[in-house]
């Protein structure tokens, strides 16, 4: 017997990951349990909902509080914003300075929720973010601008459900050396 209830525990594990990878950014911001696994929002300026971890922003005189930016050329609506806010980091055209959002949670799945423009001109809505966790890239997030002026809120740029249980540090990259000019607008993560 206790064969089958470990194939059946096996199986709800299973499930459980599919159906956390299908949740939407509006549910995935809530917490949820099931067994012991819960959801936790890392807001990008109040941080931790737990435990209150915040985001190191790197260079900091390059990051923006998006929200409350004159100077910034991003105007999103903070209604569609979680708890209103975000950051605005920019890394120009040709730089080999490049912006960096850095925030350590301890799981096995990270999420990162960002605003996104297509727009060519102010905002330059070109995306261009690279993944770190725990020192090794794990992925990247492109968009080229189009043209289209509109924001899309809660975007899943990066999802990893198959981290190692254990601390982690998450790093994003904004831009590449060199290269072209690259937008992040900030929103939060969660982790399970």
């Known amino acids: 017997m206790r064969p089958l209830v470990h194939r059946l525990d096996a199986l709800l594990l299973a499930l459980l990951f599919a159906l956390l990878s299908s949740l939407t950014a509006s549910a995935l911001g809530s917490i949820v349990t099931s067994g012991t696994l819960v959801n936790v929002t890392i807001d990008d300026t109040y941080g931790d909902e737990l435990f209150g971890t915040q ?8 990051w923006n ?3 409350s930016c004159a100077a910034c050329t991003a105007h999103p609506n903070p209604a569609l914003v979680h708890n209103g806010t975000w950051h605005d980091g920019t890394t120009q055209a040709g ?4 912006t960096t959002a850095t925030v350590r949670f301890e799981g096995v799945a990270v999420y990162v929720f960002c605003i996104v423009t297509r727009s060519s001109t102010s905002p330059d809505g070109n995306s261009d973010m690279t993944f770190s966790i725990d020192g090794q890239e794990v992925g990247r997030f492109v968009q080229p601008p189009d043209g289209d002026t509109t924001y899309d809120y809660n975007v899943p ?3 990893n459900t198959s981290l190692p249980p254990g601390p ?8 590449q050396p060199n290269g072209n ?3 992040i607008l900030l929103d939060y993560v969660v982790y399970t």
């Open 95 to 98: 730089s080999d300075q490049l």
């Open 168 to 175: 982690h540090q998450l790093v994003i990259l904004n831009g």
């Open 157 to 159: 740029v990066y999802v």
């Open 55 to 62: 985001f190191l922003y790197a260079p900091a005189d390059v």
């Open 181 to 183: 000019k690259s937008l």
């Open 65 to 67: 509080v998006g929200q």
